[in-house]
Structure formats: C-alpha cells, structure tokens
C-alpha cells in the first residue's frame, strides 16, 4: 500500500529562522513519522539559506499571499475562470494595507495540499513547540516531549473526524487585568466567561497527563490542527472577515473557531485530543506577561478587534446551524462595550480602544456582504473540489 504523505503548514510574515519548524521535524523523525511536505504561507520568502535547508529534510513550497503563481496556474488548469481563483485566492486589503486575513493565509496552504496530494496536513504556529509545559512551580519549571504527528494521526484515522485539535499549555492569550467596567469590555467582545479567568490567575497553564480526556469538540485551534485531506467530500474551507476603519485593516480573529461548526454541518467530526502543546505567545517565557507592556497592551486591543469583528459572522453561523447563540443581545452587548472601551482607553492611556464600538456596529453592517463572500466561496470551494476528484480517476 502507498505510504501516506504527511505535510507541515506554516503561516509567517517571512521564513527567517529554524524554530520552531526544526523542533517540529526533529519530533516527527525521532518518532518515526517521515514529512514529505513543508508548505509555508507568507509575505516574502525570506532567508535563501534558511529555505535550503529545509530542503535537505523535506519538499518545500513557498506560497506568497496574493502573488501565487502554483496556486493560481494550479486552479486555471483545473477549468476554474479568473473570478472563481479570486474568490479563493483574492486579496483585496493586500496592495492598501498589506493585510490579508487569516482564512485566506489557511486556505493558499490547505489547496496547496490538495494539489500535492497530501494526505495528512499539520498546522502548528511560530510560537509554539512539540512539548507541554508539565510543570510551573516559581522560578522552576519542567517540560515533556510529546509525539506531536502521532497523536494527530491516532484520531484523525477515526470515522468522520477531519480535524484533530488542542489547546495549549503556557500563559494565557491575555495577561492578568483588572479595572473598573473590565466585565462590560468582555461582555462587548462576547468573551465575557473569561472574566474571572483574566482577572485573577497570573500563572501558566499546564498539564501533567495528555491524550486521556478526549472529546468532540466545534472549537478547532489554528496553532496546534491536524486535517484529514482523505475526507475530502467534507473538507471545508476556513474563513474569516476584515474590516476597514479610520484608513487601517483590521483582521477578524476565529477563522480555526468557524471551522469546527462548518465541519460538523456537512457530516464531519472535529476532536480534541488532549495534547496541550507548548506555547509562548509572549516571546519571553518563563518571565509573566504584564499587561501594561506596550507589546501586550497592543496584543490585547487587536485581540479585542479581531473578535469583535469575528462576532457577528460567527454568531450568524451559529444560529444558521441550529446551535445555541449569545445569550446577551446586540443592543446589550454595544452599550456595555461603550463603557468597557471608555473604560479600557483611560486605564491604558490609549485612545485606540475608544474604536471599538464603532468597530463593532461595522461589523454588523457589513454582515450581509459577509455572508454572501462566504457562500460564494463555499459553492467555489465545492467546484474546485468535485474538478479536483474528476483529475484524480
């Protein structure tokens, strides 16, 4: 039987160091699992001799976001017209502000390996690594080395599951805060349950145990995502929305969180299995992240934008689905986000956040022209699909 080809997908601005792809394949190879495939999503190649070597461990496939002559002549040859390869590859905020949202970068990497017939595709990002952080105790600390591919391919080789995914160990994505109307700015970006989270525990997740609490799941991680390119029929795209404001572009967040939902839509299977991957999202583990921090107070305003524009779309998509939605209606939810970004702004003295219920009536207005780019890019997803399997007979 023909071995199955395995592939790795990176998403980064420009491929200019080893890590953590290194990490990555070291893990694999010591584990018996062979990477046929690198394939890298970015705005410039970057280091020629950084490229060269991955090459000596795996094919690799450069795809430049919005100038992808593979993936382009790859879609023109299967019969598709120019405004169809726009719809799957087009860029629009690309030449302007240089940004291309997230579900596009996921979705140049995962037609990639549909055309290099990849059978098992890896998504990990830059910040993370093939170990969990197993203990956190002061100043020690102690980690444990996983079979990164393994446990993917454990699950994903189950009936119907065409993702595998996990959260991870590490600090939390915001660093602990707390200040007057903190509760009524997450209410306003719909992350309201984590308030207790974010307002009182200053230590990094670990786990000790992993692969033992397995379980179905609609919330897929971007960072740390196996698919299963076999279960084609149901393979779906990723998507998410951006927004324009005050001449700058705005990436929605939560093009992994809308996947799951699609997923299970068409008869699909998503599953957490427990693999709480390392990551340092603030760069200098094992130092606590302090809010305050010009890096962290930016982290934290466009983690807030991006999820008030991922919102509307994804709460859409929720109530499309028959799925529980919001439990605070719109109206609620912008007059506590008022308060929340007024407060936020004099808390961090950064007028940036006074943006945010603007951002967010936007992102409402512009749903309709949301949900119309998404099915017209899941009927084209689904042409390219059915051409894709017609070549493979």
């Not at 023909?2 to 990176?10: E, H, N, Q, S, Y």
């Not at 001449?247 to 299995?273: K, Q």
Request: net charge positive; glycine share 6%; proline share 5%.
């Amino acid at each position: 039987m023909k071995p199955k080809k395995l592939a790795f997908g990176i998403i980064t601005p420009s491929l200019t160091q080893l890590e953590p792809i290194q990490n990555f394949l070291d893990n694999a190879k010591k584990l018996g699992h062979i990477i046929d495939d690198l394939i890298v999503c970015c705005y410039d190649f970057g280091k020629p001799d950084i490229i060269s070597f991955f090459q000596k461990e795996c094919k690799v496939t450069m795809i430049k976001r919005g100038h992808s002559f593979f993936l382009q002549n790859s879609l023109k040859n299967l019969g598709l017209s120019n405004e169809e390869i726009q719809i799957l590859l087009g860029t629009p905020n690309l030449e302007k502000y240089g940004k291309v949202a997230y579900g596009i970068s996921r979705n140049y990497i995962l037609i990639a390996a549909m055309f290099l017939w990849v059978d098992y595709l890896f998504f990990f990002d830059t910040d993370v690594l093939p170990e969990i952080l197993s203990e956190f105790k002061e100043d020690k600390y102690k980690f444990e080395e996983i079979d990164f591919v393994g446990s993917h391919l454990k699950y994903l080789k189950k009936k119907n599951v065409v993702v595998t995914t996990s959260d991870y160990t590490g600090y939390y994505i915001i660093p602990k805060m707390n200040f007057p109307y903190l509760m009524e700015l997450l209410q306003g970006i719909q992350k309201e349950d984590r308030f207790k989270y974010i307002s009182s525990v200053n230590t990094p997740v670990t786990r000790n145990t992993h692969l033992q609490n397995v379980f179905n799941t609609k919330k897929a991680l971007g960072g740390n995502l196996a698919i299963d390119l076999n279960k084609f029929k149901i393979l779906p795209p990723f998507f998410s929305t951006t927004l324009v404001l005050d001449n700058e572009c705005y990436l929605g967040r939560g093009e992994d969180t809308l996947f799951g939902p699609i997923i299970y839509n068409a008869g699909g299977r998503c599953v957490d299995i427990d693999l709480f991957i390392f990551h340092n999202c603030f760069g200098d583990f094992p130092n606590p992240p302090h809010i305050h921090i010009k890096k962290n107070v930016d982290r934290f305003f466009y983690a807030c934008m991006g999820w008030i524009i991922r919102n509307p779309f994804f709460n859409w998509l929720r109530k499309e689905y028959e799925e529980s939605t919001e439990g605070i209606n719109y109206e609620k939810r912008l007059a506590a986000l008022k308060i929340g970004s007024k407060a936020a702004a004099e808390h961090f003295n950064d007028k940036r956040f006074l943006k945010l219920p603007e951002a967010f009536e936007l992102a409402y207005k512009k749903l309709p022209e949301d949900i119309d780019h998404f099915f017209r890019l899941t009927e084209t997803w689904a042409k390219m699909k059915a051409l894709i399997k017609e070549k493979q007979r």
